[in-house]
């Protein structure tokens, strides 16, 4: 397995996510829980990122057929689990806090 940039990235991105998870929820479950709450949310975005063309090889299933699906789509869904998925939960979790 290469590592490219964009693995790269992802692994800076999820290090990254699991520290502001830590750092943010730390007075209300601890420093281990919320990085580990975080990390665990963000881990399926970077292995549809790393795995996208091993994945995209099992998914797009049309008109009872099996077809591959485009790697980039497979990655596109990995971004938006890495990064949207755990931005929406500090969200609301902040959200929750200040009202």
């Given at each position: 397995?290469?590592?490219?940039?964009?693995?790269?990235?992802s692994a800076v991105v999820l290090v990254i996510v699991?520290?502001?998870?830590a750092l943010y929820l730390w007075p209300a479950g601890?420093?281990?829980?919320?990085?580990?709450?975080?990390?665990?949310?963000?881990?399926?975005?970077?292995?549809?990122?790393?795995?996208?063309?091993?994945?995209?090889?099992?998914?797009?299933?049309?008109?009872?057929?099996?077809?591959?699906?485009?790697?980039?789509?497979?990655?596109?869904?990995?971004?938006?689990?890495?990064?949207?998925?755990?931005?929406?939960?500090?969200?609301?979790?902040?959200?929750?806090?200040?009202?």
């Amino acid at each position: 397995m290469t590592i490219t940039t964009d693995r790269l990235l992802s692994a800076v991105v999820l290090v990254i996510v699991a520290v502001l998870g830590a750092l943010y929820l730390w007075p209300a479950g601890g420093l281990l829980a919320g990085g580990l709450g975080a990390f665990l949310l963000a881990l399926p975005g970077l292995l549809l990122i790393w795995f996208r063309e091993e994945l995209s090889e099992k998914t797009g299933f049309a008109r009872g057929i099996f077809r591959p699906a485009h790697p980039g789509l497979v990655a596109a869904f990995g971004w938006l689990f890495l990064v949207g998925l755990p931005g929406l939960f500090l969200f609301v979790v902040w959200r929750d806090a200040l009202w």
